[in-house]
């Protein structure tokens, strides 16, 4: 038996056979509501009504979520257990982990879960996906990888946490261990929850991600330190080459002239093969504001173009308090 059938045999295990002694911290786990106005930059690929679930760590009622549930949002709810729904307001947006955070207007009075130690997370452990969905508001899982991971939108989240198998709804869902600490939040769904196979899962960002910057985001909306320089550039990665997928409208790329299907050969003559190669590479240049140049091929043409680079937290229409 190959070791993905066996994988696949093992997730089946896991959804038919409940594990005894495991108690879903079920209270803490709250819906998220959120109303984007029309005319957010994200409003026309991330929808203006998004629906998820966030994690209460502290004892005022901060809520943690993923931040694209939230981000530019103008009006936030949440659901608690018990179905009282408070207002919220959006805290925080970082836009280097994903993470968001939300304080509802009162105090929700539910116990928080403590944040847990997501670096010694290894493959084969078990875990729980908890979330506000209440036809399935929990499902076991394992941890089937620890990798980087580079998404399309200049995205580079070190020792992102795959599991599997895959549960539906997991935007803002908390990971949670045994002890029932919380270990990390919900991101994607993926296909390949194992590089380089096909066997599907999701992606969750591990809670260490946030610790570091968990007061600067509380007391600024936003990680304080270095900004990194961004293009507005959507790419995709096949066979060692970076393509121009999409630009953002009225970004740094769209204002540079880049088109789709350009071919990214090099930044500032340093190759790059991979969407990890083509961040990192502009990264290196320095903070947001710097200009990058990029070697592409145009057609059967190799073209120069100088992007002078931006921040997006200046490009989202994002609350004044970030």
């Known amino acids: 038996m190959t070791f993905r ?16 002694g495991w108690a879903a ?15 957010a930059r994200t409003a026309g690929v991330l929808g203006v009504e998004r ?32 179905k009282r729904v408070l207002p919220a307001e959006v805290l925080a947006y970082d836009y280097d982990t994903g993470f968001g955070l939300l304080r509802p207007q009162v105090n929700p009075g539910i116990a928080p879960l403590a944040l847990g130690d997501s670096t010694g997370l290894a493959d084969q452990t078990q875990v729980l996906v908890v979330s506000a969905d209440k036809a399935e508001p929990a499902m076991p899982a394992y941890v089937v990888s620890r990798r980087d991971f580079a998404g399309y939108w200049e995205y580079l989240l ?14 803002g869902a908390g990971l949670i261990g045994r002890g029932g600490e919380l270990l990390g939040i919900g991101s994607l769904f993926v296909g390949d929850a194992i590089a380089d196979s096909t066997l599907p899962g999701n992606m969750f960002v591990p809670i260490e991600a946030l610790k570091p910057i968990l007061a600067e ?3 600024h909306g936003r990680a304080q330190g270095p900004v990194r320089p961004w293009l507005g550039i959507y790419g995709a990665e ?3 080459r970076v393509f121009v997928n999409r630009v953002a409208p009225e970004g740094p790329a769209a204002a540079a002239g880049l088109l789709v299907d350009d071919l990214i050969v090099a930044v500032e003559d340093q190759p790059v093969g991979t969407l990890d190669d ?7 240049l320095g903070e947001a504001g710097v200009t990058v140049p990029l070697t ?23 609350h004044p308090s970030h």
Request: hydrophobic share 45%; glycine share 8%.
């Open 25 to 39: 911290p079920l209270d803490a786990i709250v819906a998220v509501r959120a109303e984007i106005p029309g005319d």
């Open 5 to 20: 059938k066996a994988l696949l045999a093992l997730c089946l295990i896991v959804l038919l056979a409940p594990w005894p």
């Open 278 to 284: 083509f961040y990192r590479a502009v990264w290196s």
């Open 217 to 219: 985001l509380v007391d």
């Open 51 to 82: 629906r998820g679930s966030g994690v209460i760590i502290d004892d005022d009622g901060l809520v943690v979520t993923i931040g694209y549930l939230i981000l530019e949002a103008d009006q936030v709810e949440i659901e608690l257990s018990d």
């Open 296 to 318: 592409l091929l145009r057609g059967a043409d190799l073209v120069t173009v100088e992007i002078r680079s931006g921040d997006r937290y200046d490009y989202l229409k994002l």
């Open 238 to 240: 096949e066979r060692s």
């Open 158 to 171: 070190p020792d992102a946490i795959f599991t599997a198998p895959p549960y539906r709804n997991y935007g």
